[in-house]
């Protein structure tokens, strides 16, 4: 099953106040340590850069790897920081062929750059682009087109068809240049088999020419990625599937397919990589937690491969870069420190790297703003002229210029403000404790944070003030006699499900996705009511068309508009409801009941928690158009208009709650959806929406931001779904403004909270998901 299903399938039991440690910060192993602000906010050194008996990497790096601020740490070597006038030089004379998607197309950019400072900035997609400079540096040749422009017809279904080999001649069959030059290519191939008919080109040239392309005696370095469009058509078949023969043929028949592609070319790849001329780098598609379970099994075979002995190709794991840095990936794509890394690694295993030293000290390399993810401590892009871009499309239009070696200062790990500092482990693997446990006259928050948000470990730091912990019994104690009514799409049934583990540990396990979840516990705590159900299994034949029909409101009466149980009862309940549409009809059913029963569905005299979460179904059907949308009237509209339901929907969803939510009865939390790297762009947008409203005074509605949680912890998501740790917070979070919480002291010290790995994504060190019964499911699945 998926990680985010795994991680989800297991009992995460937290500590906390006393309980807990406060240095709490899991981390790689101890000799991997991460560089702490002090509290003035100096910089301590790492060891590492002292260890000058380490051998230099003469391979790229697979598997492992580590961070100290932006120096890349492999587990048994360092790579040497190459400064960018040499990573220049490195590259003069030589012809760099990129194949592969967005990334590669990124990668090209960002190579470009270092070669000419501000060549590329704003991303403009073509099939090909094509580069030349004289040996004195003069740009000879830019030029960049799309098949069509070429005269091609017949792309092949997306894998090549027959002419374009032999139309890219016009391109790339001459030399264009004086010898000595360096040139730098992208071409489109979003397949191995593609990218084995560019390498064919490459070395033999095309059935029109029958030589190479380009200059026979040039040095070649060839650099493929590809991955995601596998995914695109075999498992999710997207509209934008440009591979019909495989569209839906399911994940196993995808994954098998990729590795008898990627079998064919490293078959062929042997005799030209294995020459004088040839340099060639296969690369992992880039880390993104939306498609992770299919591209994980990808970089198993991948990873297979990179192993064998005697290999004549380089593997360079870029999906390991960004899965140990995820900040740096936004939308599926890389900002230009990994694109600058990838380069670096090539640069250290190229056979003029054989002069480097080694053993020698490891070497730092620091990146300014510019290079990374993350545009708010930079003014607006300026090659855009005030369009609103992309976030990885922004990062990877400004010049990054590194520094490396002496003009790098070895602890560059860029912090949050210095008074938000992280544990670090000390040589002996111990842990300091965090002076903002000590700062006892911090306040407790009275509203859920909005915004900015640190971690300390597994505690959740706000701003400005402290979150009490409760502990396990307690937040089973506050929940006893309330309703808690969960309305949303996967992340609240995650939620709903690690909730009803706090308030009986084991109830849940398997994530069994149902319309309804209704289940109540008597006040002894015995369970009393267990019932999950689709809308057919209701009677409902119309649902609406994704946002409720008639029927859904009076058929929910059956389930939710008696009360079922005895008096003093605690009951939980998920209802499915993709849009603020639908969250709207089941407010309005919990607080004036259906047009069958004119009464509020359940004990109208028991408190009620409410809870809803939506966000991504306005994205899938509005921006995407992926065939699962279930609300077909908003399919494809476009990113302004879909922005713009978002917005008016949320506005009469937040008319209608202020007179339900003023009351006492109710307490109301409107969720952001999760952070995902793949649709962040829009999910901001959403959000600078909800935000908003969250700053509006006076609201009846309290603002709960599970974004930010994701955000600050990306660790912690993985397939656009959150692990146990996150909905623990928002729990946290909830039993912190309700009421009661009043009688909690403040100001006080802040209290830490700790989570054992049944908590966290990933399964590396647990034994398998025992509740699926050694199916492989998604990682967040299993968490």
């Known amino acids: 099953v ?35 602000a002090a509290a003035d906010g100096s ?23 580590s961070w100290i601020g932006d120096t890349l740490r492999p587990e048994r070597c360092f790579m040497h920081a190459f400064k960018m006038e040499e990573m220049r030089s490195e590259l003069k004379g030589k012809w760099v062929v990129m194949s592969g998607g967005s990334n590669a197309h990124l990668s090209t950019m960002v190579f470009g750059n270092v070669i000419e400072p501000k060549r590329f900035g704003e991303f403009i997609t073509r099939d090909v682009l094509d580069v030349v400079w004289a040996r004195n540096g003069t740009l000879l040749r ?207 295993v190229v056979p003029q790297s054989s002069l480097l030293p080694s053993p020698a000290c490891p070497q730092p390399l620091e990146a300014p703003p510019e290079c990374h993810m993350g545009t708010e401590d930079l003014a607006p892009c300026p090659v ?111 939620s709903t499900m690690v909730f009803g583990n706090v308030i009986e540990p084991k109830r849940f396990g398997e994530f069994i996705t149902r319309d309804v979840l209704d289940v109540v516990w008597a006040r002894n705590g015995t369970l009393l009511r267990l019932e999950r159900a689709w809308w057919g299994e209701l009677g ?27 008096m003093g009862a605690t009951r939980l309940t998920f209802i499915l409801a993709q849009y603020w549409h639908s969250t709207l009809q089941v407010l309005r059913a919990l607080h004036e009941g259906s047009r069958t029963t004119s009464s509020p569905w359940g004990d109208s005299e028991q408190p009620v928690i409410f809870y809803a979460q939506t966000g991504i179904f306005y994205w899938y059907c509005g921006v995407q158009g992926l065939d699962y949308c279930n609300r077909k009237g908003i399919k494809n509209i476009g990113m302004e208009a879909t922005v713009a339901l978002y917005e008016r929907e949320l506005d009469s969803l937040l008319g209608y709650a202020d007179q339900p939510c003023r009351s006492d009865r109710f307490e109301c939390f409107l969720a952001t959806d999760a952070f995902d790297s793949w649709w962040d762009d829009t999910n901001r947008q959403f959000n600078r929406i909800w935000a908003q409203s969250a700053k509006a005074p006076g609201s009846a509605v309290h603002f709960l931001d599970f974004y930010q949680l994701g955000k600050t912890k990306p660790e912690e998501i993985s397939g656009g779904r959150a692990s146990p740790l996150l909905h623990i917070w928002a729990l946290q979070i909830i039993l ?48």
């Open 2 to 36: 998926p990680e985010w299903q795994c991680a989800n399938s297991r009992q995460c039991s937290i500590l906390a106040r006393d309980e807990a440690s406060p240095g709490n910060l899991s981390l790689a192993p101890p000799t991997s340590i991460m560089i702490a």
């Open 43 to 65: 910089k301590s050194d790492s060891t590492w850069y002292d260890e000058c008996a380490t051998e230099r990497c003469l391979r790229p790096p697979v598997g492992n790897v």
């Open 142 to 348: 830019l030029e960049r087109a799309w098949w069509g422009e070429l005269g091609v017809s017949d792309t092949g279904n997306g894998t090549w068809g027959p002419e374009i080999v032999s139309r890219l001649d016009r391109y790339l069959g001459r030399a264009h240049h004086e010898m000595g030059a360096t040139r730098l290519t992208f071409i489109l191939a979003q397949y191995w088999h593609s990218t084995l008919q560019v390498l064919r080109a490459l070395h033999e040239g095309s059935r029109t020419t029958s030589s190479p392309w380009g200059d026979s005696e040039q040095p070649v370095i060839f650099y493929a990625q590809t991955g995601i469009f596998y995914w695109y058509c075999g498992v999710q078949g997207l509209d934008y599937c440009n591979r019909k023969g495989i569209k839906n043929i399911g994940m196993e028949a995808t994954v098998a397919l990729y590795e008898r592609e990627l079998d064919s070319l490293l078959g062929y790849a042997d005799q030209p990589c294995r020459s004088d001329r040839f340099e060639c780098f296969l690369a992992t598609d880039a880390f993104d937690s939306w498609w992770d379970d299919t591209n994980r099994q990808f970089n198993r075979i991948w990873a297979q491969s990179a192993k064998a002995p005697g290999s004549a190709v380089h593997f360079l794991d870029f999906y390991q870069l960004g899965k140990t840095k995820p900040e740096e990936i936004s939308g599926g794509r890389a900002s230009p420190l990994l694109h600058i890394w990838a380069l670096q690694i090539i640069l250290n």
């Open 384 to 494: 855009y002229a005030g369009r609103e871009v992309p976030e990885w499309q922004c990062a990877n239009s400004r010049q990054c210029s590194i520094l490396a070696r002496d003009e790098a200062s070895p602890g560059n790990l860029s912090l949050a403000p210095p008074t938000s500092i992280m544990i670090a482990a000390a040589a002996d693997g111990s842990k300091s404790d965090s002076t903002w446990y000590d700062e006892c006259a911090t306040e407790r928050c009275l509203r859920p944070p909005v915004g900015n948000v640190s971690w300390i470990g597994d505690t959740l730091r706000p701003e400005r003030c402290f979150m009490h912990a409760f502990k396990m019994e307690e937040m089973r104690s506050e929940l006893k006699g309330k309703w808690v009514v969960m309305s949303g799409g996967s992340n609240a049934h995650l």
């Open 540 to 566: 409902v034949s119309d649902t609406g068309n994704g946002t409720w029909g008639p029927e859904i409101v009076s058929r929910l009466d059956r389930y939710l508009g008696r009360a079922h149980h005895e």
């Open 736 to 783: 912190n403004v309700v009421p009661q919480s009043s009688l909690l002291p403040s100001p006080a010290c802040p209290q830490p909270l700790e989570a054992p790995p049944e908590c966290h994504m990933g399964t590396e060190d647990l034994a398998p998901c025992p509740v699926y019964a050694g199916r492989e499911v998604p990682e967040w699945q299993c968490a």
